[in-house]
């Protein structure tokens, strides 16, 4: 029996140690190390209600203190001509500050706070025909490394979906809630319940090597976004034609448009579908199948046209 790519042949990486140091983790101009601000102000406290853990030591660097130092920290702060080193703190809810970090540089996308630290989330009104385990794997491991999922029997159009950390969880809710799929429109809540306990009947996607986040976490957060009419497909044969596209996808839906194009050496492609439902559809029956022995990825696109 061929073995599912949804299966993992490495061990997960136990969670790092919450204070991280690093290097111009957080870019310059969010820290703000220098004297004055752009306005010749001095940098001031401005966030006493958020801060109230910072005077700690060592101190850490959030996203509600980014751009404040101390008077302490002035005196004690290395010549400018030596590197700026930062402590970022990773939050539980934030599972790779340097990676979020580096994908939001100017910020957080409007509607998601940074703070939530539930993992789980609890989608609902799902098409019960038409779904299963995979194919929501397929869905939420767009916004953040998946744990585990569970279908609830005792009611075929909820599931549970345990996600990597509280930002990755808080993302999916944000980007999905109200997405259309399988001529359904999802409810995406956080749960109730901190973590899905193994059992026969949970899908175990822990060390799946399909969870997108392991590598290149930055460039998959910062492509985050809701579910759009345009896929982007990677990790294509080098032979790929714009028919073997169609005849891919094409029972999901209207395809408008194809364009095939090389990366780096390798083929990649952008479909556009009619709807972006018949796009969600796409994606979750058909990431991480085959085609002519190669495994396809498939993500939304935040472009709009070929």
């Known amino acids: 029996m061929a073995e599912s790519p949804y299966s993992s042949t490495s061990k997960s990486n136990p969670q790092k140690v919450l204070i991280m140091e ?6 310059q ?3 703000q190390l220098n004297d004055e601000d752009d306005n010749g102000n001095k940098n001031k406290n401005k966030n006493k209600d958020t801060d109230e853990e910072v005077d700690q030591n060592p101190r850490v660097m959030t996203w509600a203190n980014i751009g404040q130092i101390t008077e302490e920290e ?3 702060r290395p010549l400018k001509k030596q590197k700026h080193r930062s402590l970022v703190m990773a939050f539980p809810q934030m599972g790779d500050a340097a ?3 580096a994908a939001f540089s100017g910020g957080l996308p409007p509607g998601i706070s ?4 539930r993992c789980t989330v609890l989608v609902s009104n799902l098409n019960p025909d ?3 385990e995979d194919k929501l794997f397929n869905l939420f491991s767009l916004y953040g490394n998946i744990v585990r999922i569970k279908l609830l029997r005792s009611k075929p159009d909820h599931a549970l979906i345990q996600m990597g950390d509280g930002f990755q969880a808080e993302l999916a809710v944000h980007f999905l809630k109200g997405a259309l799929l399988f001529g359904k429109q999802l409810e995406v809540n956080f749960s109730k319940y901190p973590n899905i306990t193994p059992a026969p009947d949970t899908h175990d996607y822990s060390n799946s090597n399909l969870n997108r986040f392991n590598r290149n976490a930055a460039k998959n957060y910062r492509y985050c976004c809701s579910p759009t009419k345009m896929v982007h497909l990677s990790t294509l044969p080098q032979e790929i034609t714009d028919d073997d596209l169609v005849t891919h996808l094409e029972e999901h839906g ?3 448009n194809t364009k095939i194009f090389e990366a780096n050496g390798k083929k990649q492609a952008l479909v556009l579908f009619e709807t972006e439902e018949q796009a969600a559809e796409a994606l979750v029956c058909k990431h991480a199948t085959s085609i002519d022995g190669s495994i396809i990825r498939i993500s939304f696109s935040q472009l709009q046209t070929i």
Do not use: F, M, Q, R
């Open 22 to 27: 690093t290097e111009n983790t957080v870019p």
């Open 29 to 31: 101009h969010l820290l």
């Open 74 to 76: 002035e005196a004690n």
């Open 99 to 101: 990676a979020i970090t």
């Open 114 to 117: 940074g703070t939530n630290d």
């Open 130 to 132: 038409k779904i299963d």
């Open 254 to 256: 209207t395809i408008v």
